[in-house]
């Protein structure tokens, strides 16, 4: 991979959208070109004392030489998005890319565009994009409350009733079925939200007979189906036992501890930094793409960098065979 | 004064003659792009990025699965729009893994290519290059693919005919080129110079080609269509007949046609053609004019292509800007401006190199 660049950039606003979500606008220290929908952003953090790296989708092109962002405080927060959020106009920031690794197919019959929560972030880039060009396009959005459809007024006035939202105080559920079978052939679904939602688009997807590479789909690696806690990993093999603390992944916290590990996305695409589970007294929750229903069901598997464990621990095998 | 190296990249740019692709995996680079051509079994071009998601091992190196090609490498295999469709050894695949696909148009029988924004790529902005497939017009050209010289060089030679008298004496050149005033137009997208050389003797080339005898009215009327098309309205008849006044009617008329594609920096694809309008359904005149522009060394095209090259080798080895301008280069500068002006409004500075764009995997 190539090293990143990082350019210096200053925060020059920030806006609440919800009590927890605020809009962020950066601006770099030279002139920028518009970039397609989809993009992210690599913002330099602290946590704490230590610096670390976030990605964050671009809201729009940027074509006015300023780069929009959403972010949201997370409860379980590793220190990212408290950082974020404590940062106040005028800050100077570290940035690199914008990289896209969420591209938008150009020329399709038809585009489904389904967020989820502050998932919405790439896919307001692209329901601009798809409005600006004349593409027939849908986005449903779903959130928990009507409060916190960030972003969702200001979409509205500007591509009207393509946008469809939902929420679950008010019982509503995106019916992903009848919005796939809308698609003409051909047509596209572009997914960001919380693990569960992208599960349901990929088995509806799945459902439909449609090719697998139709559904494109991006994943921050954060959130499962059940809340992030702390659990115990036990390497016998290593004679370990290493606690992963909630706000830390496991590939951290055996790579803190010591345990030799290689990875490369941390958004549990590729399957590097896998190990075998031995045992588990735990609920494995397995927050990766890269394997399979079938084999997350299997259970013989997981992916450190994004998958935990809830209500008990674990024990795991690591490729570490020296004598 | 800009950087002459640079190239729009919200353009269509001739990547192919059509006849070339076929169900064979072409590389091609493009705007310091490895491309990967190939026709689907729909009868529509594809063009793909030409380097796997994973390893970058050129795709063009695998093979095609019906519309998909699989990396000969590890497997991998991605669709016409450039999405990886299968992954050796999981049952899933990368979201991220995916090539860019390059928005691919064929007309006026060549491929066209569009390397910057897909979104902006409208079929409509294709330039207009008609006299290379519509009646009355007849000729077969050619490719100098990998032509050692920075692109604009060619739109120079093309855009200022003075150089025929030096370069091409003895077929289409004569010293009447150089005496002759010319006029210099422009819209926003075209570049138009015209020169009319009225009651002198015919060279050597249309002499032979009009076949009557006598002095003759010769018009050069070039045009240019920004970024890198050129069309040359050319021909003779005889002299005071109302050629300028619009008959061509005791004449022999023809078109030279350049789409020209950067390469690299310093090389470029310089597609060609002659059409004419006389003597259509003459085969044999359809080779001898082949041949008198790509002659093993000895056609017209084969002097421009030494004079391109060795002036690109000048400039590699004693690089002064901007070059001297004489008032014969205003056709050539009015096409720089619009080149120029097309990048600025890409928001990139012609001398910075190219920004990520597109649906690029980085």
């Known amino acids: 991979m190539a090293a990143t660049h990082w350019i210096p950039a200053r925060l020059r606003a920030t806006r609440a959208l919800t009590p927890d979500i605020r809009l962020l606008e950066i601006e770099p220290s030279g002139p920028v070109a518009p970039v397609p929908p989809g993009s992210h ?25 300023l780069y929009r962002i959403a972010v949201k405080r997370l409860p379980d927060s590793r220190g990212g998005s408290a950082y974020m959020h404590g940062l106040e106009p005028g800050a100077r920031l570290s ?73 679950d105080e008010a019982g509503g559920r995106i019916d992903l079925a009848a919005a796939i079978a809308g698609l003409p052939p051909g047509g596209e679904a572009y997914v960001c939200g919380p693990y569960g939602m992208m599960e349901a688009a990929r088995r509806a997807w799945a459902e439909s007979g449609r090719p697998a590479q139709g559904l494109r789909f991006e994943t921050f690696g954060t959130g499962g189906r059940h809340a992030a806690e702390a659990f115990t990993v036990r390497i016998p093999r290593l004679a370990r036992e290493i606690v992963v603390p909630r706000n830390q992944t496991m590939l951290e916290a055996l790579e803190a501890a010591g345990v030799g590990m290689i990875h490369d996305c941390r958004r549990g695409e590729c399957g590097l930094c896998t190990v075998k589970i031995l045992d588990a007294d735990g609920t494995v929750d397995h927050r990766d793409v890269f394997f399979s229903d079938a084999q997350k069901a299997a259970n013989a598997h997981l992916c450190t960098c994004v998958s935990r464990v809830v209500g008990g621990g674990i024990t795991i095998d690591t490729a570490d065979r020296a004598g | 004064m800009t950087d002459p190296k640079g190239y729009p990249l919200n353009a269509w740019y001739a990547a192919a003659w059509g006849h070339e692709i076929g169900r064979a995996l072409t590389p091609r680079r ?94 409509d902005l294709v330039p207009d290059f008609h006299w290379n497939s519509d009646a009355p017009w007849v000729g077969e050209g050619g490719t100098f693919y990998g032509l050692k010289c920075n692109y604009r060089l060619v739109i120079d030679n093309l855009m200022d005919l003075t150089h025929e008298t030096y370069v091409h004496a003895g077929s289409i050149g004569d010293e009447a080129i150089t005496r002759s005033p010319f006029e210099v137009t422009h819209t926003d997208r075209c570049v138009t110079v015209e020169r009319w050389m009225e009651g002198i003797e015919p060279p050597p080339f249309w002499a032979r080609n009009l076949g009557r005898p006598g002095h003759v009215d010769r018009w050069q009327i070039i045009r240019f269509e920004a970024p890198t098309v050129v069309a040359g309205d050319v021909g003779v008849a005889l002299a005071g007949t109302g050629a300028r006044q619009g008959d061509r009617s005791q004449g022999v008329n023809g078109f030279f046609l350049a789409a020209i594609t950067p390469e690299t920096a310093t090389s470029c694809h310089y597609f060609w053609n002659f059409v004419r309008s006389w003597r259509t359904d003459d085969e044999e005149l359809t080779k001898a004019l082949n041949r008198a522009h790509v002659n093993d ?66």
């Not at chain 2, 080895?317 to 001297?324: A, E, I, M, T, V």
């Not at chain 2, 014969?328 to 190199?353: S, T, V």
Request: charge should be neutral.
């Open chain 2, 30 to 123: 493009i705007c310091d792009k490895d491309v990967v051509l190939y026709r689907r079994t729909d009868g529509a071009v594809a063009a793909l990025e030409d380097a796997c998601w994973h390893r970058l091992l050129p795709l063009s190196l695998g093979h095609l699965k019906g519309d998909q090609v699989m990396c000969g490498y590890h497997g991998l295999v991605f669709d016409a729009t450039g999405r990886c469709t299968f992954m050796p050894a999981q049952e899933t695949i990368n979201p991220s893994a995916c090539v860019r696909a390059f928005p691919a148009v064929e007309r006026y029988r060549l491929v066209w290519l569009w390397m910057g924004d897909p979104a902006l790529a409208d079929p």
């Open chain 1, 95 to 167: 940035i690199s890319g914008p990289r896209n690794h969420f591209g938008l197919t150009p020329g399709r019959p038809g585009y489904l565009l389904v967020a989820g929560g502050i998932g919405i972030t790439p896919l307001h880039a692209m329901a601009l994009a798809l409005h600006g060009a004349g593409s027939p396009f849908r986005l449903l959005y779903a959130a928990r409350t009507r409060q916190d459809l960030a972003l969702a007024d200001g979409l509205r006035a500007r591509i009207g009733d393509r946008l469809e939202t939902v929420t």
């Open chain 2, 297 to 362: 060394g000895k056609g017209v095209y084969d002097q421009d292509h030494d004079v391109l090259e060795a002036q690109q080798r000048a400039i590699d080895r004693q690089p002064r800007q901007p070059f001297y301008n004489l008032n014969i280069d205003a056709g050539a500068l009015w096409a720089h401006r619009l080149i120029d002006g097309m990048m600025a409004k890409e928001g990139r500075d012609p001398g910075k190199g190219v920004p990520p764009v597109g649906l690029a995997a980085e």
């Open chain 1, 41 to 65: 952003l690599g913002v330099a953090v602290m946590i704490g004392e230590r610096p670390d790296t976030r990605s964050y989708s671009l809201l729009d092109s940027g074509a006015d030489g």
